[in-house]
């Protein structure tokens, strides 16, 4: 953002400029939330601040009631000079009364240590006595590249102004930031890193054919039922033809899941030689005993494209990287936090750079799950998903993602990581509340269609 910043400052626009922007995109959201009701304007001693200044005289001059309640002031610079062009009620922050509406201009990426106390109490008070709240940027207290809280008191809606920061979108601080509008100021922020959108999915060719439109092989191992699920998972993500490789290949529904026995690695072997397989999943519920570490060690030596999940990750551990990187055919890995620190650590920075990194390291695309999932591919990009729910945190349903990828990945989609992890939301969310993991796995049928 600073780097967009300096760049527009670079071709002659300046911050007065660049602010009366941010302040009348602020304004025209705070305007369609206010309904006629007063609204209290909280302007820091930063830019921050003058974007709130000009927020504040722009809801002036279009008939609100507005209030400023002000902390600190430069004396010099594009946000002093928004300050002396209001010229309605100011009040310090501290005796500030709370009203209906409250516009929180005190800190956005400036933000570079915790709220002092008598600060932080002011604008908990103030934004918890407000029927609606809208931050600038950012709301005041949270760490712009961590997404940590210094302090916060979460609001209803946040403005970003240009671009995303991590902490809109990373934890803790995306569940602070209400709902998160992203404005255009006119600043063009071309970078590597974005959040997910809906993926556009080709439906099958004319000529098509089962084993030439996807052809998923599902490895099997201590707890069968994991894999099963992931194979369901893979038939409804639109895959044509998904073979379940199990020690105990016993008949259960879905009939169209086609069975092979593999009684130890070397059959494995002989299984992912066809190449008509575009991807294997290994890994849920495989076990950890002697025979799990061999399939996995058959499926990595294979020229089949991986998905790595669940058991196979914790196999993986520290040998990751050197495992990963030497391998011909593409590996997608799909650790939750605690599988991610025992494959890469936890040094780093914040969830985006960890990821980059190790994705980076091991060559391969590393799908880091959570409320926050970042997917890193080995070329450096980035994506963010913000579309999940919060009933994805129940058992079984990483085995479903896992399957989906795998789906997704035999169909040829050029972000096939993307696509699943936004299927696999949607999916959830069609489905409702309060479900368990089989019951996303047909709705993934009606996902796919949407995306057609
Ligand atoms: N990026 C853009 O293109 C634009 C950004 N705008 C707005 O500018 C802010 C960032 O402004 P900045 O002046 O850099 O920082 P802040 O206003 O967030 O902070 C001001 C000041 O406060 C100090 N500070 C930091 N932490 C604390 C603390 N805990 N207690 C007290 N003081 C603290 C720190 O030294 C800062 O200098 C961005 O978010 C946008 O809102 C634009 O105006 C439009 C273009
Ligand atoms: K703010």
């Not at 369609?32 to 909280?42: H, I, N, Q, S, Y």
């Not at 516009?103 to 609606?132: C, I, K, Q």
């Not at 349903?397 to 696999?424: Q, Y």
Request: glycine share 10%; aromatic share 4%; net charge negative.
């Amino acid at each position: 953002m600073r780097t967009a910043e300096q760049r527009c400052f670079d071709a002659g626009i300046d911050q007065a400029t660049l602010m009366e922007r941010a302040g009348t995109a602020v304004a025209r959201e705070a305007m369609r939330f206010a309904l006629g009701r007063p609204v209290l304007v909280l302007a820091g001693p930063g830019n921050n601040g003058g974007d709130a200044y000009a927020a504040a005289r722009l809801l002036h001059s279009w008939g609100c009631d507005v209030t400023v309640a002000a902390l600190g002031s430069k004396k010099s610079g594009a946000a002093a000079d928004m300050r002396r062009r209001w010229t309605g009620p100011t009040v310090a922050l501290a005796d500030a009364a709370p009203r209906a509406v409250l516009v929180d201009g005190l800190f956005g990426t400036g933000m570079s240590r915790p709220l002092e106390t008598d600060v932080r109490e002011a604008l908990h008070r103030l934004v918890g006595a407000a029927d609606f709240s809208l931050a600038i940027d950012l709301p005041s207290g949270l760490a712009t590249d961590s997404g940590e809280d210094l302090g916060l008191a979460p609001v209803s809606a946040t403005c970003a102004l240009g671009a995303l920061k991590p902490a809109h979108v990373l934890m803790p601080g995306a569940a602070c930031c209400g709902h998160v509008r992203l404005v255009d100021i006119d600043i063009a922020c071309p970078d590597s890193t974005r959040t997910i959108a809906r993926p556009r999915l080709t439906p099958p060719a004319r000529d098509a054919h089962k084993y030439r439109r996807g052809m998923v092989a599902v490895v099997a191992g201590a707890m069968p039922g994991a894999a099963h699920l992931a194979a369901r998972a893979t038939l409804h993500a639109g895959a044509g033809y998904v073979l379940l490789a199990s020690g105990d290949p016993q008949h259960r529904s879905p009939d169209a899941l086609v069975r092979r026995k593999i009684a130890d690695a070397d059959d494995l072997a002989e299984l992912l030689a066809d190449a008509r397989i575009g991807a294997a999943v290994i890994g849920p519920g495989l076990g950890s005993g002697n025979h799990a570490r061999a399939l996995l060690d058959a499926a990595l030596a294979s020229d089949r494209p991986l998905i790595i999940d669940g058991d196979a990750l914790t196999l993986l551990g520290e040998d990751a990287v050197r495992r990963l990187s030497t391998r011909d055919a593409r590996s997608w890995l799909t650790p939750h936090e605690g599988e991610f620190v025992r494959l890469f650590g936890d040094g780093g920075g914040n969830k985006i750079d960890r990821t980059r990194q190790a994705a980076q390291r091991a060559g391969a695309t590393i799908v880091h799950k959570g409320p926050d999932t970042v997917i890193a591919d080995p070329d450096g990009n980035v994506h963010i998903a913000d579309t999940g729910t919060s009933w994805l945190s129940t058992a079984g349903t990483g085995d479903v993602l896992a399957g989906i990828c795998g789906a997704r990945m035999a169909c040829g989609d050029e972000s096939a990581a993307d696509a699943a992890i936004w299927l696999h939301a949607r999916a959830a969310r069609l489905t409702g509340a309060a479900f368990m993991a089989d019951d996303i796995v047909a709705p993934i049928a009606s996902a796919v269609a949407e995306c057609l």
